[in-house]
Nanobody
Framework: VQLQASGGGLVQAGGSLRLSCAAS????????MGWFRQVPGKERDFVAV????????QYADSVKGRFTISRDNAKSTVYLQMNSLKSEDTAVYYC?????????????????WGQGTQVTVSS
């Protein structure tokens, strides 16, 4: 499956952004979808995951209550709504697909990755 992330940009602290990740090539509803983020020199960190049907979600503690992951299987797209952004949310954000009913937190559990989209939060 091919993944194309978009929606990143520059935003002031306290602001909001909505990331999108469009999938193509395979049956989107067969995959749990996750969002990860990475800053230079550090490992790729788990942000959020949604199950294949969209009924189950999981979040990193650092974003819980501020970010919301959702999916539209009819549009083969997963979203990450980010509110109350902080400077520490600055990173390249990646979407990923996992061939399973539910998602997982380790990046190594995912089979396909998008190209990443830069999010910069100014303080």
């Amino acid at each position: 499956v091919q993944l194309q992330a978009s929606g990143g940009g520059l935003v002031q602290a306290g602001g909001s952004l909505r990331l999108s990740c469009a999938a193509s090539g395979r049956t989107f509803s067969n995959y749990a979808m996750g969002w990860f983020r990475q800053v230079p020199g550090k490992e790729r960190d788990f942000v959020a995951v949604v199950s294949r049907a969209g009924s189950r979600t999981q979040y990193a503690d650092s974003v819980k209550g501020r970010f919301t992951i959702s999916r539209d299987n009819a549009k083969s797209t997963v979203y990450l709504q980010m509110n109350s952004l902080k400077s520490e949310d600055t990173a390249v954000y990646y979407c990923a697909a996992r061939r399973d009913v539910t998602g997982a937190t380790p990046a190594t559990e995912y089979h396909y990755w998008g190209q990443g989209t830069q999010v910069t939060v100014s303080s």
